[in-house]
């Protein structure tokens, strides 16, 4: 065999080198191994395989060409699933494509009734160049957030020097103005591929919606709430398309449907337009009564997210500190030049409606160094998902309340921030942040001649500083709004001028009358309309980012965000905590907490904050994921944007939307331990 093979490959593969060879040679003395100066054939071919061997190793792929290839083959890999899956058939055997709400209740004989506002949150709305810096040229009118993202990778300092905020005032840079899209396309895709609103609006086009009687109020959300009516007038417009839709669908309220954040935005437009000028809207107290049928809030972040208070503080949430544990240095590096984190830290710093989502209330709600609302139970994923009832289970207000939970060491979540074994000590053995001590130790610098251009504040403190906020320090609601104003001052100052996050004891009071209240449901009272119904729709199931542990790294460099997620820090060994992060009950963004606390007490019956008793209901959604990629992200997802999708939360919109009321689509619909947290929540109302 050994024979053959040495000769087809003689014959077939190296003839030409072979005879080149022999030729070459022919002048030489034959050698012991040759045979009348003819080379041994056996000779030939380990010479060559020596200089194949040679020239193997010469060619060696570097790192970066590895990691090209690497690249290059999950793209591939990726788009082919995209493609295989746009291409299926809908009748592919195994898998039958559910009908949509839209064409069931088509059949069904339901048609639009009530006009539909649709109001998005925070990031997903998409956002175009109007006027820019020289290295923005050709980019007028296209999208800088939303869409492909496309300038980002081609010119990205270009790109954050444009969606940037005036660190001072909050508005536009000089000569940079970046403005919302209008329209239903602002939102109903953040990416190709990637739906938000688009399900939804899919669904009511069905039934007869179009865009006379639905409407995207587009607005910036990078901006506060007030600064979108001082800037772009998008309270007055939003109240004149209200207007205008009650009058032109034959004197129908309007059916609003706020998502995340977006909830707290209208919220402020609720009290905003029936205040006075020039501060007000000028609509009177009756205007909300006579406009509006309900208020449905997708994934409501009321009283704030604890995701917030890490993404101001280091950039980072729960992903991007697992992908620091598995490449560290990859997000900051200084070696590659990425510095991403201190580019997301800056960035975010501008954007003063980030500064909305702190949480409210205090530890009177979050919980202080020893207590929260939801501590003493231990959320077991798995084992939880199957003691919920099914979602066809309506009306249940979740008697049992142990039930999916058991009693353990309690977690203390009330410590938002904690640093090291602060997340567990006793709080006697805790040290308080004293905050002119610190102003008073901090060394101000000159940050554009010491560190560049990426300004986050952190290079103003001193190391001193620095690491006197991390000593056996740990920070709840009431504590973290100190935290904040003493690593970024400027900031806060901006964000305490548009927002605040206490918890009123007379609503009475003058001071309330002003705006930065109007977005805290626990410094503002909802409008005098009876008839208008108040939903709080989100999802549950999913574990949610609640409280922090970091740690605290180098301060040698300039311009280094000194702080960090530690992922490798020990925790309570209850199942809710994940590599530096405890964990409750969610939709993967807001904790239960946040998103049904004021439909389940602060707003329930008669209170000081609901004075004339508007109806609220809350309408949870058990998550279910997708059972396979040809579900997509699912249509029983309780995800905070996937639950867009939804196939239950859309019927529950279209038949509000088609005039149906919250009694008649099954009122309350709980599975979480959303009543047992109010329960220990000891508010005044």
């Known amino acids: 065999m050994g024979s053959i093979l040495r000769f087809r490959q003689l014959c077939y593969v190296e003839p030409v080198k072979i005879s080149s060879l022999i030729n070459q040679k022919s002048y030489e003395p034959a050698k012991n191994d040759e045979v009348g100066g003819v080379p041994n054939v056996d000779d030939v071919f380990e010479k060559e395989n020596k200089k194949r061997k040679t020239k193997r190793q010469t060619r060696e792929w570097r790192f970066v060409d590895n990691c090209c290839w690497v690249i290059g083959y999950l793209c591939t890999t990726w788009w082919l699933l995209m493609f295989m899956y746009n291409c299926l058939p809908v009748a592919l055997p195994g898998f039958q494509v559910p009908e949509s709400p839209g064409v069931r209740f088509k059949r069904e004989g339901l048609t639009a009734l009530h006009p539909v506002v649709l109001v998005p949150g925070i990031v997903t709305g998409g956002l175009e160049l109007w006027e820019g810096k020289p290295c923005a040229e050709g980019l007028f009118r296209k999208r800088l957030w939303g869409g492909s993202f496309s300038e980002l990778f081609r010119r990205p300092l270009c790109w954050l020097e444009h969606l940037s905020l005036d660190s001072e005032t909050g508005l536009d840079p000089e000569g940079i103005r970046v403005r919302a899209i209008p329209g239903l396309v602002a939102a109903d895709y953040f990416a190709p591929g990637y739906f938000v609103w688009a399900v939804l609006i899919e669904n009511l086009a069905r039934i007869g919606y179009e865009g006379k009687n639905m409407h995207m109020a587009a607005y910036d959300w990078r901006i506060s709430f007030q600064n979108t009516e001082v800037r772009d007038q998008t309270l007055n417009r939003l109240k004149a398309k209200i207007e205008l839709m009650y009058a032109t669908n034959g004197n129908k309220k309007v059916v609003v449907v706020p998502h995340s954040m977006g909830a707290i935005y209208f919220l402020h437009f609720l009290k905003w337009v029936e205040s006075p ?295 309570s060994e209850n199942g809710c905590y994940d590599g530096g992060v405890y964990m ?54 309780g995800g905070h944007v996937a639950i867009m999708g939804n196939v239950a939360l859309i019927q529950d919109v279209m038949s509000v939307a088609a005039g149906a009321t919250g009694e008649e689509i099954g009122g309350d619909r709980i599975y979480s331990d959303i009543l047992k947290m109010s329960e220990r929540v000891n508010i005044q109302l």
């Open 277 to 571: 000028p020039p501060m007000g809207g000028g609509g009177g107290p009756g205007w909300c009564a006579k406009h509006i049928k309900a208020v449905m809030n997708i994934g409501p972040t009321f009283l704030g997210v604890p995701k917030a208070v890490s993404n101001y503080f280091s950039a980072e949430a729960k992903d991007i500190a697992n992908i620091r544990a598995m490449a560290p240095g990859l997000l900051d590096s200084d070696i590659l030049g990425f510095q991403t984190l201190k580019h997301s830290l800056r960035l975010s710093r501008t954007w003063d409606t980030i500064g909305s989502l702190i949480p409210k209330g205090g530890e009177t709600i979050w919980g202080n160094l020893d207590w929260s609302p939801e501590e003493g139970c231990n959320y077991d994923w798995a084992k939880k998902r199957l003691q919920y009832p099914s979602s066809s289970e309506n009306n249940s207000t979740n008697n049992d309340a142990k039930r999916g939970c058991r009693v353990v060491e309690p977690v203390k979540y009330g410590r938002i921030i904690s640093f090291g074994k602060a997340s567990q000590m006793p709080s006697s053995l805790l040290q308080s942040l004293d905050i002119k001590k610190l102003q008073r130790s901090s060394i101000l610098k000159n940050a554009s001649s010491t560190c560049g251009e990426i300004w986050s504040e952190y290079d103003e403190m001193s190391r001193e500083s620095i690491k006197e906020v991390a000593d056996n320090k740990a920070y709840t609601a009431r504590t973290l709004l100190d935290l904040l104003s003493s690593v970024a001052p400027k900031m806060m100052r901006r964000v305490e001028a548009q927002f605040s996050h206490g918890l009123a004891d007379n609503l009475d009071d003058p001071k309330y009358s002003h705006f930065k209240y109007w977005s805290n449901p626990l410094e503002t009272k909802l409008p005098d309309a009876p008839d208008v119904e108040i939903y709080c729709l989100y999802g549950v199931g999913i574990p949610t980012e609640r409280s922090y542990i970091y740690k605290l790294v180098s301060t040698e460099k300039c311009n280094i965000i000194p702080y960090r997620i530690d992922s490798s820090a020990e925790g």
């Open 584 to 637: 409750v009950d969610g939709d993967q963004s807001v904790p239960v907490l946040s998103a049904g606390f004021m439909c389940a007490k602060g707003w329930k019956g008669q209170t000081r904050f609901n004075p004339s008793g508007m109806p609220t209901y809350i309408r949870e959604y058990q998550h279910k994921p997708p059972s396979s990629i040809l579900e997509g992200r699912g249509t029983e997802s």
